[in-house]
Nanobody, 125 residues
Framework: VQLQASGGGLAQPGGYLTLSCSIA????????KAWFRQAPGKEREFVGA????????RYADSVKERFSILRDNTRNTVKLQMNNLQLEDTAVYFC???????????????????WGQGTLVTVSS
C-alpha cells in the first residue's frame, strides 16, 4: 500500500497551501487520516489527525486555528489546509494511515502503519 501526498511547495509568510493524500492503488481498507512533519534537524512531530469518518479532529498547539484537516470518505483522501503559514512551518509533511475505524484520535506516529513519501513545504519571504 502506497500513500501519495501532493501539494507542497513554496509559500510566503501569511500565505496558504493545501496538501492532499490518497492511496495510490485505491485500496479502500487503508484510511489516510493524519499528518506529521519533520523540519531539518528535528524529529518528526504530530500536526493533525482526524477519525476515519472525519467527525473529530485534533491539532498540535502550534498549528491550531491555522490548519484544518479534512477527510473525504467517498474518495478516501485526507487534506491539510494550511493558512497563515509561518517560517517555522517549513518542513517535510507526511501523511499517515491505518486500517482502524476507531473513534479515538491518534497523535503518536507509532500508531500508523502506512506513510506517504513526504512533501516539502517551504515558507520563505
Amino acid at each position: 500500500v502506497q500513500l501519495q501526498a501532493s501539494g507542497g511547495g513554496l509559500a510566503q509568510p501569511g500565505g496558504y497551501l493545501t496538501l492532499s493524500c490518497s492511496i495510490a492503488d485505491g485500496t479502500s481498507s487503508v484510511l489516510p487520516k493524519a499528518w506529521f512533519r519533520q523540519a531539518p534537524g528535528k524529529e518528526r512531530e504530530f500536526v493533525g489527525a482526524t477519525t476515519w469518518n472525519g467527525e473529530s479532529t485534533r491539532y498540535a498547539d502550534s498549528v491550531k486555528e491555522r490548519f484544518s484537516i479534512l477527510r473525504d470518505n467517498t474518495r478516501n483522501t485526507v487534506k491539510l489546509q494550511m493558512n497563515n503559514l509561518q517560517l517555522e512551518d517549513t518542513a517535510v509533511y507526511f501523511c499517515a494511515a491505518d486500517a482502524s475505524k476507531t473513534t479515538v484520535l491518534m497523535t503518536l506516529s507509532t500508531w500508523y502503519d502506512y506513510w506517504g513519501q513526504g512533501t516539502l513545504v517551504t515558507v520563505s519571504s
